[in-house]
Each structure stands twice: as structure tokens, then as C-alpha cells.
């Protein structure tokens, strides 16, 4: 086997070269003369989605008013009973029409409303005269202006000419607030209407 290595040593570039030009000369032979078969596959253009974009107004919340408040509803007083050596003078209803008139110039202002008809108390108004009145012999007549609604009820009250520090006021206020009115006519319709009523206190 020695004798051969130097042959083998001499032919093995040509061996290879020659091996490497047949497998070239195979790979051409293929590619020119071998039939192929090619599947050419056609891809379905894709439909397009197209997204619209919508603004949506922003909505706003309505701050509603809060109730208003409830007005407040006198207390009666259950003790009406009057002293013996007293006496209280009832308003006189034949008058009534003259307890409109306006306030003086330095009284409060009020919104005159007009009207054909002056309101009416349904009852006699008889305020409970003050201890701290009778024991001091003060006597005289409160004028208070009052609102009466087209309910006949007593709203809003204002001294226009009182007797201050004597409870004369206060006790004023109180009868006229408890009285319920037959209310104010314009045209056949009943009106809020402001009117001017004078309560007398006198002992005997």
C-alpha cells in the first residue's frame, strides 16, 4: 500500500478539480434541462377597513335651584285668658276701608298694590295685653302694617308706629299673625295687598 501514497499524493488536486467540474456541470444540466413546476399563488387583495371617527358633544349637567326655605308658622297660645281690671279695645271693622293708608315718609316702603276690595279679618282681632303693660298702666294703640296673601293669610308684618320696651308690639304682632282674612278683590279676583291696622290697648 506505500507504493500507491505517492500516485495518490500527485492525482488528489486533479481528482478534485475534476469531481468539483462534474458536480457544476451536473447542477447546469439540471436547471436548463429539467422540467419545473411553479404554483403561483395570487393573494385576494384585502378589503380595506376604514374607521370614521364621530366627536360626541359633551353633555352639561343643569344645576338645579335649591328649594326655597318654608316660612315659618306662628305658634298660638292656648292660655287667652284676660285680667278682670283690663280692657281691650276690638277693632273697629266700620273703618276697615281707612286702614289702607301709606306709611309716613320716614316708615318703611313697601310695593303698593291696588285693588277694589280691602281684605277683612274673619274673627274680631284681640291681642293678649302684656303683664309688664298692665303693671306699668301703659295703654295707646300700635299701627302695623301687614301683607295678606290672596289666601287670606298673614305674610309679613311691620311696625309703623308702636310702643316700644312694653310688649305692646310683640302682642300686636301676635293677634294679627293668628287672624285669617277674607282677601283683597281686584276685578272680582282675589290679591296679595298690604294694609295698615291699628290695635288698640286700654285698660280701664
Do not use: C, H
Not at 276701608?97 to 280691602?118: L, N, S
Amino acid at each position: 500500500m506505500d507504493k500507491y501514497l505517492p500516485a495518490l499524493r500527485f492525482n488528489y488536486p486533479v481528482t478534485i478539480r475534476i469531481a468539483g467540474l462534474a458536480g457544476v456541470l451536473l447542477i447546469t444540466f439540471g436547471f436548463l434541462f429539467i422540467p419545473r413546476n411553479f404554483d403561483v399563488f395570487v393573494l385576494d387583495e384585502a378589503n380595506q377597513i376604514i374607521i370614521e371617527q364621530i366627536d360626541i358633544p359633551q353633555t352639561q349637567q343643569l344645576d338645579l335651584p335649591p328649594p326655597p326655605a318654608r316660612p315659618s308658622v306662628p305658634i298660638e297660645s292656648e292660655d287667652e285668658d284676660l285680667a278682670d281690671d283690663l280692657t281691650i279695645e276690638e277693632t273697629d271693622l266700620g273703618s276697615f276701608e281707612a286702614w289702607d293708608a301709606p306709611p309716613p315718609p320716614e316708615g318703611p316702603r313697601v310695593k303698593f298694590i291696588p285693588y277694589d276690595d280691602p281684605p277683612k279679618p274673619l274673627t274680631p282681632i284681640r291681642p293678649k295685653y302684656p303683664e309688664i303693660a298692665q303693671e306699668a298702666g301703659i295703654e295707646g294703640t300700635v299701627i302695623v302694617q301687614v301683607f295678606v296673601d290672596k289666601k287670606g293669610r298673614v305674610k309679613e308684618t311691620i311696625i309703623l308706629k308702636g310702643i316700644p320696651n312694653t310688649g305692646l308690639d310683640e302682642a300686636a304682632i301676635a293677634a294679627i299673625r293668628k287672624t285669617r282674612f277674607l282677601p283683597a278683590k281686584q276685578r272680582e279676583r282675589a290679591v296679595g295687598v298690604w294694609i295698615s291696622i291699628p290695635v288698640n290697648f286700654r285698660l280701664k
